[in-house]
């Protein structure tokens, strides 16, 4: 590897890095991260603000102004090159002189769709495009799903005993796992623009959905409770309003949410909803969190509830992309085969 392409490995991962900051606040806009590097070897971070605000190169060139000339600027995400909220970022990059713009990834967004690079190399700027390219797409996954099928990126939480069980036969659920696991749990509610549950979990739990038991690094970003949905019509009293009631089909409701805007749905339960996304396969990633305990009998809740798959020949087969252990309990990320 020559010592260009390890310094561009390098300050690409520093931008993914950056871009982390901007995942709990730039929704409905991707959350990219970008790193402005001048010729004398310093450097300015950058990532997406709030919708409306600057943009994560935008916010590089802001902070090394005049001096920008001549410096290469990675971003995680290719430059947008129409105008939105904001005007276009490649509008600005081009005229601060910089030499050199890496990209992690192309947008698939039709707006931008290649015509950023475009507009890049065609005002003489270098552009090197793929710099990293799986890590990137993995921290873009559910903002790349959306671009691409219109539709919010589906997580099933799922929290169980190692038997499988997801509630106890007299309804009791709270908690199956330990505070950590929860801590986790809150973390996927803060980078969800939705959540949804069956209204049975409503009736059973009473559940708020809410952030509130986990809290970003970086205290100066405040956390927004994602929209809560409930599958059915829910009591007047329960705690989990205002919400939206839906009583219409689940790929009607991922129509409907796509359209506005939202790119990361988390599923909290119960098993009759777990099922329902399930057997439709629009799970883009099950979340589960398994407790080091056991029911130890055939009547506690399973995960999913109705008939199982009749011969094992037909059976869902997915691939384990993580496992990890958070306190006590386990957490498992498992995507479809294909994905």
């Known amino acids: 590897m020559n010592e260009i392409v ?71 995400l290719e430059p947008c090159s129409h105008t939105g909220k904001t005007p276009p970022c490649v509008e600005s990059i081009i005229a601060s002189k910089v030499k050199r713009v890496v990209i992690g990834i192309s947008d698939p967004d039709p707006l931008v769709s290649g015509a950023g690079a475009r507009e890049l190399k065609a005002a003489g700027i270098e552009v090197s495009l793929g710099t990293q390219h799986d890590e990137v ?51 996927l509610r803060a980078q969800s623009d939705a959540i949804c549950v069956g209204v049975g979990t409503v009736i059973a739990d009473n559940p708020k959905l809410t952030v509130r038991d986990w809290a970003p690094e970086n205290k100066n970003i405040t956390i927004a409770d994602p929209k809560r949905i409930v599958l059915g019509k829910v009591p007047r009293e329960a705690a989990i309003h205002p919400c939206l009631e839906h009583e219409a089909g689940i790929e009607e409701l991922l129509d409907q949410l796509g359209q506005e805007g939202i790119m990361q749905l988390l599923v909290e339960g119960g098993a009759n909803t777990y099922k329902r996304f399930h057997d439709l396969g629009v799970v883009n990633q099950y979340e589960i969190f398994l407790a080091p305990i056991f029911f130890g009998g055939n009547n506690a809740k399973p995960m999913f509830s109705g008939d199982a798959t009749e011969t094992l020949a037909e059976i869902w087969r997915g691939k384990i992309k993580e496992a990890k252990q958070i306190g006590v309990d386990v957490k498992i990320t498992v995507t479809p085969e294909d994905q």
Request: aromatic share 4%.
């Open 6 to 76: 390890k310094r561009d490995n390098q300050m690409m991962l520093r931008a993914i890095s950056n871009a982390e900051n901007a995942r709990l606040i730039s929704s409905p806009n991707p959350w990219v991260g970008a790193v402005l590097e001048l010729g004398d070897g310093s450097l300015h971070d950058g990532w997406t603000q709030e919708p409306g605000q600057e943009h994560a190169e935008i916010m590089c060139l802001v902070s090394a102004g005049a001096k920008a000339e001549g410096g290469t600027l990675y971003t995680t």
């Open 137 to 187: 797409s993995d921290q873009l996954q559910p903002y790349l799903h959306h671009r691409k099928t219109g539709r919010p990126y589906v997580i099933l939480k799922i929290a169980a005993s190692l038997d499988g069980g997801i509630a106890a036969p007299d309804q009791t659920s709270q908690w199956i796992t330990g505070p950590e696991a929860r801590e986790e749990a809150h973390k």
